[in-house]
């Protein structure tokens, strides 16, 4: 058995997580997916999946060697596909994912015109409020909305956002607007969990960056609800800008202390490296970039030129 068909077997034996099953996935016969497994290990001289009676895993080096044999495979895959013809429209299924507001309120916009304009491609969006692995998940492309540390993923910057306190009209009529962070400490506070970690609300002032910790009245792990309990002026909370746009430019909502917000937080489209982008994945990401960059822009938050970086 060639030496890509042992890491084809490699790869369905790690995705179906049992020898029969990536047999029966692949129309060989158990055996012959043994032997491949035997010939791949003996050949690198490492052990790829811990096996039991009951329970198969990947070793460490298993793991590493996953990517790479997604990423060489993928390579072969896409090669073969520009080779009957570079002009051929893009097709196959794509994995998307974003957290579910942004999903809710930008991405599935986008994902309807792209498909549109695609009649051959499907797409599922996953809509998670963390951190997908890209290669164990079985997803194309991500939608990040951080400063990205180094990594093996290639990225492309679509914008950014902005990390701002809001509260409604009739709650500072009552309690009055705060106009230095320390005032935080005489409001209630609605926090949403996921941006305002240990309690706190770090800010920029005119001496550099500083934080304030706030002990918060309801604390919330949803931004919708969250951003709904300042909306019926229960408090302040903290959202990022495309979440309240529409609720600040309808005057539902008003930004507090925004002379002391943060720096922008930088947004990107990342997918995984290969020599050759499957024609699928390009289409989504020249697709997509100008328009996230076009919305994020129109929220009233600059938009930086998309750049690619590994």
């Keep these: 058995m060639d030496r890509l068909r042992e890491m084809e077997v490699f790869v369905a034996v790690a995705d179906a997580g049992s020898l029969a099953k990536a047999a029966g996935r692949m129309r060989i016969s158990p055996p012959a997916v043994t032997r491949a497994i035997s010939a791949l290990e003996e050949r690198l001289g490492a052990r790829l999946f811990n096996r039991t009676t009951r329970s198969l895993s990947l070793t460490e080096v298993g793991v590493r060697f996953l990517e790479s044999a997604r990423r060489l495979l993928g390579d072969i895959d896409a090669a073969e596909k520009q080779a009957v013809g570079e002009t051929a429209a893009p097709q196959g299924h794509l994995t998307i994912t974003a957290s579910v507001t942004f999903g809710r309120t930008v991405l599935a916009a986008v994902v309807t015109e792209f498909l549109a304009a695609h009649p051959r491609i499907t797409v599922s969006v996953l809509l998670l409020d963390r951190i997908a692995n890209l290669v164990e998940e079985g997803i194309d492309v991500a939608v990040r909305i951080a400063s990205l540390p180094d990594s093996s993923l290639v990225a492309r910057r679509v914008g950014e956002v902005r990390r701002i306190l809001v509260a409604s009209p009739s709650y500072l009529e009552r309690h009055g607007r705060p106009e230095t962070p320390a005032d935080l400490k005489l409001h209630a506070i609605i926090a949403f969990t996921s941006l305002m970690p240990n309690r706190e609300w770090r ?49 539902r909502l008003v930004p507090v202390l925004d002379a002391f917000s943060p720096p922008p937080v930088p947004v990107h489209l990342v997918y995984l490296p290969s020599r050759l982008i499957a024609p699928k994945v390009r289409a989504f990401i020249d697709f997509a970039s100008p328009r996230l960059r076009e919305t994020l822009s129109g929220l009233g938050i600059d938009a930086r030129p998309a750049e690619a970086m590994s």
């Design 203 to 251: 800010h920029v002032d005119a001496g550099g960056g500083n934080h304030v910790s706030v002990q918060p009245r309801l604390e919330i792990n949803d931004a919708g609800a969250a951003i709904g309990a300042a909306e019926r002026g229960a408090g302040i909370t903290i959202a990022l800008s495309y979440m309240v746009a529409e609720h600040i430019h309808d005057g």
